[in-house]
């Protein structure tokens, strides 16, 4: 089960995409399968963040676990690639509960000198995850077949969900009052995240970059920002709250830097196992092989 705050799904996946649209059909609503993914990622990843602090960050930790194992073993029996999609987006709603769920797993166990020790093996596994991505789906999709690229997290999911259950030791929070959810801030953060992506996958192949459809999505998607800015400047429990964009420039500095290296990562991922597959005749597991460079530079970086 890849680390679900990598690209490693994506890589996974990435390599059995050619053997998918084969069997299923719909090349033209394949990019959907890792758009649909990341789309719900970042819609998903603040509200489980929330989540988190507001209930027992056990419980929250392995229901969403418990979920991307059941939309993975659903993926495997797609049988359509826009329920493939459908299946991918609820499967990345679970994985970013486990992405969110543990870094702050780490912060509730470990005093702040501790923290950044015990990240490593996260790192290390997101690491080993994008390496070996494109090799396990290579390999899967041509000895198995494409659907095990989707059942193979689970054996592995539920090793984690008893390891966890067993003995995982959450402190008991302190007194909380009542849970307040921020709905509106995470309708809003959906809303302008949905729109801009529809509008940055639409342009160019369904609709002319300059077209009103665009158009229209580009505005919608900037005016929904802005009224998720002015939303969290008065929420009692923001989503986001905004003191983390103000006072230091690290974190901004670093999600631009992050948007950025996701956009090449996530696309190369996709794209290149479909060229090397039907353009230059690679099997699935040798496509696997031809990305290895590339998630090495992308390990040592």
């Not at 592995?156 to 909380?176: D, E, H, K, S």
């Not at 959810?181 to 992506?197: C, N, Y």
């Amino acid at each position: 089960m890849p680390s679900p705050a990598s690209p490693a799904g994506t890589a996974e996946v990435g390599t059995a995409m050619p053997t998918v649209v084969a069997d299923l059909g719909g090349l033209d609503h394949m990019a959907w399968v890792v758009t649909g993914y990341t789309l719900a990622t970042a819609c998903s990843t603040p509200v489980w963040g929330k989540l988190g602090d507001l209930f027992p960050r056990k419980t929250v930790f392995l229901t969403s676990i418990g979920l991307f194992l059941a939309a993975s073993v659903l993926c495997g029996a797609a049988p359509s690639m826009n329920w493939l999609i459908a299946f991918r987006v609820l499967q990345r709603l679970g994985a970013g509960g486990m992405a969110a769920g543990a870094f702050a797993l780490i912060s509730v166990l470990l005093p702040p000198r501790e923290r950044g020790r015990y990240q490593g093996p996260v790192a290390a596994v997101m690491a080993v995850g994008q390496l070996g991505g494109p090799l396990v789906g290579g390999f899967v999709t041509a000895h198995l077949g494409w659907r095990w690229a989707f059942y193979v997290n689970v054996p592995v999911g539920l090793v984690c969900v008893a390891w966890c259950w067993v003995t995982l030791r959450v402190p008991a929070p302190g007194p909380r009052g009542r849970a307040v959810v921020d709905w509106r801030g995470i309708a809003l953060l959906t809303g302008a995240v949905s729109a801009f992506v529809m509008a940055a996958t639409w342009a160019g192949s369904v609709y002319a970059w300059g077209s009103w459809q665009i158009v229209s999505l580009a505005v919608l998607a900037l005016a929904l920002l802005a009224a998720f800015v002015a939303s969290e400047r008065r929420a009692p429990e923001p989503l986001m709250p905004l003191r983390i964009y103000q006072g230091h420039r690290n974190f901004p500095v670093a999600a631009v830097l992050l948007t950025v290296s996701g956009v090449s990562l996530f696309g190369a991922t996709l794209y290149l196992p479909l060229y090397q597959q039907v353009v230059q005749s690679a099997s699935a597991a040798d496509s696997g092989l031809l990305l290895l460079p590339m998630m090495i530079a992308t390990l040592v970086t």
